[in-house]
């Protein structure tokens, strides 16, 4: 059966374990370099100590050297002899014992080891150094019951200090994975609202920020459905009442029929255009949608529009005054044709018979301008799903008013502009496509 540690016991764990490792490390060293170590820095003040008292010896100040000599033995246990010429059995018995440089002595009866320096001064005599190397075996016993009882300590303190420490943490962290359940059933009620100024609270600030985008969607998606049923509800009856109508026949006569095939196929039409629209949506939306972007030309694009949508221009009488010269736009082809589509569709379909459509350059945008008839003074809504202006409803011209919303979601994907205006009865369209 495998051990369950919750997250809290983890960090509890690892907190201690980082203090006895450090320890550990401590004790390792102590045991390999410290009597190394403490032999390197012995050596490095005694050859300190040498230079001076050359310098003292070719100054020939007998009193500093004698003054210097008591105080280095008094504080740093260093012993100072320099053998004079005179006595040559006493430096040719040294000399015997005694070669250049630092070495190690044992003094067997009193089981002392001494570190000694010699060194040949400029007048002939010789400088020896002595000092004991038994302080550091004296103390070593006590450094390692000091490094027990550090040991012991720290890792009783490290213990409390983990464990409040440790707890706080996993506290905001059972905060957030609570918060994160109910959204998972869709509840947004609750923030997580924490202050620690450290990646905890940037995590919560993005569950935060996650749950409302995610509300925001939802209730966007719930009211779209809700539209979209709506929309096809109206559609569905009339087709399937006039459906009714004609199979059990209570319309006879040929051309009464003839409207009712007419509303029927109407009808399907409208119910084909606004799958088409809501599938276009839905694609549109689509997080992992690809865009394939390259150089197009706006001219091309919104010609074959045109010629698209001809019938409905030769049915209004309405002319086209384009006022540009060819311009590439750097955007995916595909879907930049559904928007300029339905651009060309809505000026077509909303302006009066007899008029024209100006497409011409506005400082860095592309406008597309066309005069219209009825009320229509508010445009903060028209690009939202199933908007649809005063003036559609009052001359009931067909449309489920997808279309500038589809234009909008096409801009943004693109990275382009797009705005929409109404000024003296012209509604205009504005998208920047020459980028700086």
């Known amino acids: 059966m495998r051990l369950k540690i919750n997250f809290f016991q983890k960090i509890f764990i690892f907190s201690v374990a980082i203090v006895i490792f450090t320890v550990l490390i401590g004790y390792i060293l102590n045991i390999f370099f410290l009597d190394e170590f403490y032999l390197y820095r012995k050596k490095e003040n005694m050859l300190k100590v040498a230079e001076k008292i050359k310098i003292m010896v070719i100054e020939k100040d007998k009193d500093v050297l004698e003054e210097y000599k008591e105080d280095l033995r008094d504080k740093e246990g260093i012993d100072i002899s320099i053998l004079r010429e005179r006595n040559k ?8 014992n005694i070669k250049e440089g630092f070495n190690i002595a044992t003094v067997t009866k009193a089981k002392i080891k001494l570190l000694i320096y010699s060194e040949k001064l400029p007048d002939g005599r010789n400088l020896i150094l002595r000092t004991s190397l038994s302080v550091m075996n004296s103390h070593k016993h006590e450094m390692s019951i ?9 890792v009783l303190i490290s213990m409390i200090v983990g464990r409040i420490f440790s707890k706080k943490i996993t506290a905001n962290i059972e905060r957030l994975n609570s918060i994160t359940k109910k959204i998972s059933v869709l509840d947004f009620s609750e923030k997580a609202d924490i202050h620690t100024g450290d990646e905890i609270e940037e995590l919560s600030k993005s569950i935060d920020i996650m749950s409302n985008n995610l509300n925001i969607s939802i209730e966007n998606l719930k009211s779209f459905a809700s539209n979209a049923s709506h929309e096809l509800r109206t559609p569905i009856t009339v087709i399937s009442t006039h459906a009714q109508a004609l199979v ?5 006569e040929e051309q009464e029929q003839r409207k009712y095939y007419k509303v029927i196929l109407k009808e399907s039409a409208y119910m084909n255009d606004l799958v088409g629209n809501l599938l276009t949506i839905s694609r549109l939306s689509s997080p992992g949608i690809k ?3 390259k150089d197009v030309s706006f001219n091309k694009i919104l010609k074959e529009s045109i010629e698209k949508y ?10 086209w005054d384009i006022d540009i010269l060819d311009i590439l ?3 995916d082809e595909k879907i930049f044709k559904i928007a300029i589509d339905n651009i060309v569709h809505n000026a077509l379909k ?4 007899n008029e024209i459509i100006r497409v011409y350059r506005e400082e860095n945008k592309i406008v597309v301008e066309n005069d219209i008839k009825g009320n229509l003074d508010n445009t903060d809504n028209l690009c939202e799903p199933f908007t649809r202006g005063e003036n559609a409803k009052e001359d009931k011209i067909d449309g489920n008013g997808l279309g500038l919303s589809i234009v909008k979601k096409i801009m943004e994907l693109n990275k382009i502009d797009f705005a929409i205006t109404i000024e003296n009865k012209k509604f205009k369209v504005f998208f920047d496509i020459f980028r700086s």
């Open 146 to 154: 000091f490094n027990i009882l550090t040991t012991i300590v720290s």
């Open 248 to 252: 059990n026949g209570i319309v006879k």
């Open 89 to 96: 059995h006493m430096r040719r018995k040294e000399e015997e």
């Open 291 to 293: 865009l394939n972007m």
């Open 350 to 353: 909303y302006s009066p018979n």
């Open 329 to 331: 736009i750097n955007c």
């Open 310 to 319: 001809e019938i409905l221009e030769l049915e209004k009488d309405i002319e």
